[in-house]
């Protein structure tokens, strides 16, 4: 799959997920398809039919900024959508150049930096999302983390394939469809990334759920928020989940499990130790 037939599943997938009176249009009982039809969103977009059926058949053809703002804005594509749609389209995008450099481990400065976070869990991802480092508050909260080689040491992986993850992460559904959408919207520039590809085939295959949102098209941009866990030996947890770019290297994320104030899960973490 090229990125033009991402673009056009992607398209495909926003335009039926919406119903007429979502966009002001009036509702018609004798539909067939589910959502809108190709035509109301080139008449919402202000383009042909035509060229737009072209463009969600993976066609090549070029579209400028402003006609895939006016696609985003007729699709009711939130900021992260239309950041997303642009991404897509943008034929010099794909491979994803420098960000997508190859790194085996996390640069020095990044392992100090996680380990001058503790007692915060942290870690750091790469491009294509697998783990690059950690620090051992991050051991701690998973332990399996030390144990995760090769293809399998991937955040997305962790969470749709890891049982311990599913029964650790409280409101699991909720929190593996947010990182799903994120992740998505985090690796389009790398297009059709060899490792990424084979991680969603695998996953595919390996989670249910995976296999049906997958198709669904949904996209996230990061926000801070409050993440739950139920710790098999320190209990009920609370972190604040953050992430950071480093500036120097662009395609790492540096995530940090901020403590929560007036909140002692992370000294009960600390406390704990794991049996050897």
């Known amino acids: 799959m090229d990125q033009r037939d991402e673009l056009a599943r992607f398209l495909r997938a926003r335009r039926e997920a919406l119903r007429p009176q979502d966009v002001g249009l009036p509702a018609d009982r004798r539909r067939r398809t589910p959502g809108l039809r190709r035509e109301e ?21 070029n579209a400028s900024a ?17 950041r997303h749609l642009h991404t897509l389209a943008d034929r010099s995008a794909a491979g994803g150049g420098a960000v997508a450099e190859a790194l085996d481990e996390a640069p020095d400065a990044l392992v100090r930096l996680i380990t001058a976070m503790e ?16 620090n051992r508050a991050e051991s701690r909260l998973y332990p399996a983390i030390e144990h995760l080689d090769g293809a399998d040491r991937n955040l997305l992986w962790v969470i749709f394939a890891d049982p311990a993850t599913r029964s650790l992460i409280t409101d699991w559904e909720d929190h593996a469809r947010r990182t ?18 084979d991680l969603v085939d695998r996953l595919q295959t390996v989670s249910p759920e995976f296999a049906a949102w997958w198709p669904q098209q949904d996209v996230a941009s990061f926000q801070t928020r409050l993440r739950r866990y139920s710790h098999p030996w320190a209990g009920e947890l609370a972190f604040e989940y953050q992430q950071l770019t480093p500036s120097e290297w662009p395609g790492l994320r540096v995530v940090c499990q901020l ?16 049996i050897a």
Not at 42 to 55: C, R
Not at 261 to 272: E, F, I, T, V
């Open 119 to 134: 007692p915060a869990p942290a870690y750091v991802l790469g491009p294509t999302w697998r783990f690059l480092a950690w």
């Open 180 to 197: 799903l959408a994120e992740f998505r919207a985090g690796t389009a520039r790398l297009g059709h990334h060899p490792e990424v590809a």
């Open 41 to 61: 969103v080139a008449f919402l977009a202000g383009v042909s039919t035509t060229w737009y059926t072209w463009l969600e058949q993976g066609r090549r053809i």
């Open 66 to 82: 402003d006609v895939l703002s006016a696609l985003a804005r007729g699709l009711r594509l939130d900021e992260a959508g239309h």
């Open 259 to 274: 403590p929560v104030p007036g909140d002692d899960s992370a000294a009960r973490l600390a406390a704990w130790r794991p």
